[in-house]
């Protein structure tokens, strides 16, 4: 072995090590130790996660965020994250987990981990009734909002006609207001926000077009991570059995809780 070859194996042996020193800083114990958890959520995603007339965040992710923070024994502090930032939080320990809407997709399980489901939704396409749109291709020449870098972006992308114009935003808010202001003629979205839409569109008379998939949701962590992993899917499971993820469903959602399967 030439020495330049030596020097480049030592320097991969050390990028290696700092890589699991950095994964182990991020452990059970060390979450514990500091004395809170740190927890990114979309707070834009009603009913997701958004904030009330007091504003204090609430919402399904909040809550699940909090049932977290309470089996670990520590404080919860949320960090407000968007769809194109959840996985860059994570991996610059900007938050020690992300609770938001967090679908789960093989390229994103390249990049983090993901837990067990703990929700799930459709994602649906969403405009004024008025509009013929049967099936995604009804959208030539049509301009459609999506939240940038999530699974109804995916989706949207895949199946949507070439001549479609997809504009892309950085949150659920943003996507929204484009549609009620007349920006753009759809948006695809989860189920639920559309329900939301529905509701405060009535002027424009919203309804669900058709649906683009079927999507759950899942903490995400970083890679390596295994015993936090390992909790998180334990303690999700333990919620489940004692009522409390189908409490949350029933007080944000409502309708039986959804049946979702494990991996």
Same mark, same amino acid.
């Given at each position: 072995?030439?020495?330049?070859?030596?020097?480049?194996?030592?320097?991969?042996?050390?990028?290696?090590?700092?890589v699991v020193?950095?994964?182990?800083?991020?452990t059970l114990?060390?979450i514990?130790k500091?004395g809170?958890?740190?927890?990114?959520?979309?707070?834009?995603?009603?009913?997701?996660?958004f904030t009330?007339?007091?504003?204090?965040p609430?919402g399904v992710?909040?809550?699940v965020a909090?049932?977290?923070?309470?089996g670990?024994g520590?404080?919860?502090e949320?960090?407000p994250?968007?769809?194109p930032?959840r996985? %860059?939080?994570?991996?610059?320990?900007k938050?020690?987990?992300?609770v938001?809407t /967090?679908s789960?997709?093989p390229?994103?399980? +390249?990049?983090i981990?993901?837990?067990n489901p703990y929700a799930?939704?459709?994602?649906v396409?969403?405009?004024?009734?008025?509009k013929?749109?049967?099936k995604p291709?009804d959208?030539?020449?049509? %301009?459609?909002?999506?939240?940038r870098?999530?699974?109804?972006?995916?989706?949207l992308t895949l199946v949507?006609?070439k001549?479609a114009v997809?504009?892309?935003f950085?949150?659920d808010?943003?996507?929204?207001t484009?549609l009620l202001s007349?920006q753009?003629?759809?948006?695809?979205?989860?189920?639920?926000?559309?329900?939301e839409?529905?509701? +405060?569109?009535?002027q424009?008379?919203?309804?669900?077009?058709?649906v683009l998939?079927?999507?759950?949701y %899942?903490i995400g962590l +970083?890679?390596?991570?295994h015993?936090?992993?390992h909790?998180v899917n334990t303690?999700l499971?333990?919620?489940?059995l004692?009522g409390a993820?189908?409490?949350?469903?029933e007080?944000f959602?409502?309708?039986?809780?959804p049946v979702?399967? %494990? /991996?």
């Amino acid at each position: 072995m030439s020495i330049l070859k030596f020097i480049r194996a030592i320097v991969a042996s050390a990028l290696a090590l700092l890589v699991v020193c950095h994964v182990q800083a991020q452990t059970l114990d060390q979450i514990q130790k500091r004395g809170k958890v740190l927890i990114g959520v979309d707070l834009t995603t009603a009913p997701f996660g958004f904030t009330d007339a007091q504003l204090k965040p609430t919402g399904v992710d909040v809550e699940v965020a909090g049932l977290i923070a309470a089996g670990l024994g520590v404080p919860l502090e949320i960090v407000p994250v968007t769809g194109p930032n959840r996985i %860059s939080y994570l991996l610059t320990n900007k938050v020690d987990l992300v609770v938001s809407t /967090f679908s789960i997709t093989p390229e994103r399980a +390249r990049t983090i981990s993901f837990s067990n489901p703990y929700a799930a939704t459709q994602i649906v396409l969403l405009a004024e009734k008025a509009k013929k749109f049967e099936k995604p291709a009804d959208l030539a020449g049509k %301009s459609v909002a999506v939240v940038r870098g999530t699974v109804q972006d995916t989706q949207l992308t895949l199946v949507a006609p070439k001549d479609a114009v997809i504009r892309r935003f950085d949150d659920d808010a943003t996507a929204a207001t484009a549609l009620l202001s007349g920006q753009v003629e759809a948006i695809a979205t989860g189920s639920v926000i559309g329900n939301e839409l529905v509701k +405060r569109g009535a002027q424009k008379q919203l309804e669900l077009k058709f649906v683009l998939t079927q999507s759950t949701y %899942s903490i995400g962590l +970083r890679k390596g991570d295994h015993d936090l992993l390992h909790w998180v899917n334990t303690t999700l499971y333990y919620y489940h059995l004692n009522g409390a993820l189908a409490k949350v469903h029933e007080k944000f959602i409502g309708g039986p809780y959804p049946v979702m399967g %494990s /991996f």
